[in-house]
């Protein structure tokens, strides 16, 4: 029914007498009528307050401790009545003394604050809401909005009979006594004395026109004769159910401390709001049984405060600008929340600075002359107590648990524990799904369920988790896949905020006067170009790397995107992530450098599997193993310079613990180039290169253990391929390639007398070319 009066468009075109006889007619009048008359009266009364300048009486302790305990705020109300009194007066000065309308009516709630109104469904997710005068929850649902619509709210009044209102509203109250409200569980329904007995400012915030119009569709009202027997204006209870059993988004709850939960779909915990979670089921925290975990590892031992100051420091000025994952100003007043207020926050763990301890620590002596770890090192001593109360955390798990695993995974695989660091940054990304990082936090931002600062670093810490997951899996050759079209959430700031520059400050000791270099620090771009970076890459991890039956072809295709897409990226790069290879004596920020590092090593992953000839489609196509070749060794050659700049400016002592295994890959390229002539280098450039890299290695073996692994396997892969490049060119007489030893020795004389040695270097480019087949199917690249 369009409710037009005195006759509705339905009864004029069927000439029938549009009239309701509610004694008669056994079709029940919509629970609107009873919610618009309502409506009308808290209008009345909210006039009335606003006429006498009273004040809303005070909540009592119980109701607060409800609606604390279910996440509403009970000043919401009191604001809700405030906002309307000051519409009120201002239409008072502004308006003449003619009787309202109901369409003035409905423009004072305009005037109400949108804090007022009821938590509603946001981005499909359902919020419970609350009526604070009597406790009884009310479901959020969709469907329970659309019986309470209030699209026609007036028109449907005047459709009525002739019968005075009294009478609408004597029937409107038995429709809500008969138990034909809405088909919802009987805990969450509301009774009729209970939904009159409410105040006007609890009701305000559970009913507010607005939400309810804005979440509602317009549904027919039953008003006249004129439509069939067989139809309703009420929305059928079984298609209710149907609609929240087809869900395909989910549910976000967000408890009233800041922890969240997210039901996917297919869960059965997405259909309706559980409760707070029953601590009684976590049986150990941090904060009660931590030390007695630590205790029984003989790992309780007191930090000192300056030393957990001064790794913390080197933490968040070496590694994590590379690797952002952790936000230092958050961290830093959550962590005094915690340990001087005692309350517990979901930005800050022990193990998260124990972890950030353990990564500051590897830039330190192995053991400190005060604090004794004996025999665990300085590192292991934190990493222990990491990973130790890591594994209390998981029973109730936070946003720092998930910094915490992403910061432990480098420590473990800096130590050669592969398959432990991998797994570490595995559960961060499972854990980071399991919290929902990975949702847009914007609209619960506006309505002030989270602060700004907090969506922020849930949107740190889930790009954190995926780049450290995708790096690992890449450089590892472990198989990687996330999908990222369940992903909302933005990326870092495109433009650093210039309001409050911050700037980078090369830390190395906590002596004052002993700082370095600083400068404009750009972390937020730099970690949205990293992510970039991992997009660009991820189709072939799994396809060019994983997948042996995709046509060559079309691997090819999806190569030359890649390839395209890595090219734009470089030349799209903000000019103050530019590095010029010519020009050293410019300062860059070290993780700058490391970005480009990470490129130059993309472009190698892209470019390695079509340096062989068996390996091209056929027919031919592409530019050929020949330029791929090229690539490989000029990219290899690009990473070499870029550690030379590296050490100028901040020596080889403090690296990301990722700079290893990119090292790895450019010296076992530039070892191949050094006994083959497939290059354009001149044998004295790939000497130097070979020198930084190798170089880098031994200084990197001081605090990744890893490195040295690097150095073992790059002196038996020399050997190999010295052996396998001799018997795959049979025939021809080939120069013996020099041991990586005597490598070593003449690269370090070449650095002092480089004039010396330019023959007896210019003799490692002799060797003929070689097919790679053997080189490209072995199993041998590791880290």
């Not at 606003?50 to 809303?56: D, M, R, S």
């Not at 253990?705 to 150095?711: G, L, N, P, S, V």
Request: net charge negative.
């Amino acid at each position: 029914c369009d409710g037009v009066t005195p006759e509705c468009s339905h009864c004029k075109q069927k000439g029938k007498s549009c009239r309701y006889h509610f004694g008669d007619d056994k079709r029940r009048v919509s629970h609107r009528v009873a919610v618009d008359i309502l409506f009308e009266r808290i209008g009345q009364l909210q006039a009335f307050i606003a006429k006498h300048n009273l004040e809303p009486p005070e909540w009592n302790k119980e109701s607060e401790s409800v609606l604390s305990r279910l996440g509403f705020d009970h000043h919401l109300a009191n604001e809700g009545i405030s906002n309307f009194v000051n519409a009120q007066s201002h239409r008072e000065r502004t308006q003449s003394n003619s009787p309202a309308t109901p369409d003035d009516q409905l423009e004072q709630f305009a005037h109400i604050s949108p804090k007022d109104q009821r938590r509603s469904r946001l981005d499909g997710v359902s919020i419970q809401a609350s009526g604070p005068s009597s406790g009884i929850a009310i479901n959020g649902s969709p469907q329970f909005d659309e019986t309470l619509n209030t699209g026609t709210s007036t028109n449907a009044v005047a459709s009525l009979d002739t019968s005075p209102p009294a009478m609408a509203v004597e029937q409107a109250m038995g429709d809500l006594q008969s138990g034909d409200w809405c088909s919802i569980d009987a805990e969450t329904a509301i009774s009729a004395p209970d939904l009159f007995n409410l105040s006007p400012e609890a009701y305000l915030q559970c009913h507010n026109p607005l939400t309810l119009y804005e979440q509602s569709t317009f549904v027919p009202d039953v008003s006249c004769p004129s439509l069939s027997d067989g139809a309703s204006s009420e929305i059928d209870a079984t298609e209710a159910l149907v609609d929240q059993l087809s869900d395909r988004v989910g549910t976000l709850q967000i408890s009233p401390d800041g922890q969240t939960r997210f039901y996917g779909p297919t869960s059965n915990f997405n259909l309706v709001d559980m409760p707070a979670p029953d601590n009684l089921t976590v049986h150990r925290t941090v904060r009660y049984d931590g030390c007695d975990y630590l205790e029984r590892l003989g790992l309780e031992k007191e930090v000192p405060a300056e030393l957990e100051r001064h790794l913390s420091d080197l933490y968040f000025a070496w590694q994590d600008p590379s690797l952002h994952v952790v936000d230092q100003t958050m961290y830093a007043e959550s962590k005094r929340r915690w340990r001087e207020e005692e309350e517990e926050t979901p930005y800050y763990s022990e193990s998260l600075c124990n972890a950030i301890c353990a990564l500051g620590a590897a830039f330190e002596p192995r053991y400190h002359p005060s604090f004794v770890t004996f025999p665990r090192s300085l590192a292991d001593f934190f990493a222990d107590r990491a990973k130790t109360l890591i594994e209390i955390e998981l029973d109730c798990p936070s946003v720092a648990t998930v910094q915490a695993m992403v910061v432990i995974s480098g420590h473990d695989i800096g130590c050669k524990r592969d398959a432990r660091g991998w797994l570490y940054s595995g559960m961060a990304m499972r854990l980071a799904f399991h919290l929902a990082l990975h949702m847009d936090m914007t609209a619960y931002v506006k309505r002030g369920i989270l602060k700004p600062e907090e969506a922020e670093i849930r949107r740190t810490a889930f790009w954190g988790a995926y780049i450290a997951d995708h790096l690992w899996g890449l450089l590892l050759g472990r198989p990687f896949r996330t999908n990222m079209e369940d992903v909302t959430v933005d990326k870092p700031k495109e433009i650093a905020n210039m309001s409050s520059p911050q700037i980078w400050v090369q830390y190395c000791s906590a002596q004052p006067g002993n700082e370095g270099l600083s400068l404009a620090d750009c972390t937020e771009i730099i970690s949205r170009e990293r992510i970039s970076l991992c997009e660009i890459m991820a189709p072939l991890g799994y396809a060019l790397y994983g997948c042996r039956t995709i046509p060559p072809t079309v691997l090819q295709e999806m190569n030359m995107k890649a390839v395209n897409d890595l090219l734009n990226w470089k030349n799209n790069l903000p000019q103050e992530l530019q590095v010029d290879l010519e020009n050293v004596k410019r300062p860059y920020l070290p993780h700058v450098l490391f970005l480009h590092m990470q490129y130059y090593q993309n472009m190698i992953h892209a470019h390695r599997p079509w340096m062989s000839r068996l390996g091209q489609p056929t027919p031919p196509k592409g530019p050929g193993c020949e330029h791929a070749r090229m690539m490989c060794i000029e990219s290899a050659a690009t990473i070499g310079k870029l550690l030379y700049i590296y050490e100028l400016q901040y020596s080889f002592k403090r690296m990301n613990i990722h700079g290893v295994g990119i090292t790895c890959s450019a010296a076992s390229l530039l070892i191949f180039a050094s006994i083959s002539n497939n290059t354009t280098l001149s044998p004295h450039d790939t000497a130097c290169h070979l020198n930084a890299c190798l170089r880098a290695l031994d200084c990197f073996s001081s605090s990744w253990e890893t490195a040295k692994k690097a150095r073992d396997f790059l002196a038996m892969l020399q050997r190999k391929w010295g052996i396998q490049g001799r018997g795959g060119t049979a025939g021809k007489k080939r120069t013996r390639a020099p041991s990586l030893t005597r490598h070593l020795e003449r690269h370090q004389s070449l650095k002092m007398h480089p004039t010396r040695h330019k023959n007896s270097v210019s003799a490692m480019g002799q060797e003929a070319s070689i097919d790679l087949s053997w080189f490209l199917n072995d199993d041998s690249y590791i880290v």
